[in-house]
């Protein structure tokens, strides 16, 4: 028992003596120490976090400023030109019930394991042909565009 203490005991030894003794290199410095809270006095703590909650606070500019009256009257105008009001509605009450039941379905993958993994190869395997397909070359590119134009002429009625 005595010998293996020994010899592990001259084994560290060993190693130690083995190791380099460095110096930080020459543009090397370290970090400085972080105050703590408490060796900060309490007034100035609270003047920093005021100046903080001055920074934060946002500007009110009148030209960024948006106009509730002109907006609600742009909505009320769109609204009377609107000659279909009912199919409007409609669609608005469907586009709200698709979008429900999209996220039940996809919080029904989420919950089956593996399946979100394999949506996810799945997306990146699409996104990548997609790439490739349509915005990898000039020629695509352009299709692409037509397609994207054909497509708005489609669903505003200009076609």
């Known amino acids: 028992m005595a010998v293996a203490a020994s010899t592990s005991m001259a084994a560290t030894a060993v190693l130690m003596h083995r190791l380099p003794a460095t110096k930080p290199a020459a543009g090397f410095f370290p970090l400085p120490q972080r105050p703590s809270l408490s060796s900060i006095p309490f007034k100035q703590l609270k003047e920093s976090r005021r100046s903080c909650k001055l920074l934060i606070k946002a500007s009110s500019s009148e030209e960024s400023s ?54 996810e190869l799945v997306g990146l395997g699409y996104t990548g042909w997609f790439v490739y397909r349509y915005l990898l070359f000039k020629q695509s590119r352009k299709e692409l565009a037509t397609d994207i134009e054909a497509i708005k002429k489609k669903i505003a009625g200009s076609e």
């Open 66 to 119: 948006i106009d509730t009256n002109e907006l609600f009257t742009d909505l009320k105008e769109k609204w009377d030109a609107v000659e279909n009001k009912t199919t409007v509605i409609i669609y608005g009450g469907g586009a709200v019930v698709a979008v429900w039941l999209a996220s039940i379905v996809i919080g029904a993958v989420n919950s089956v394991p593996l399946l979100p993994k394999i949506m």
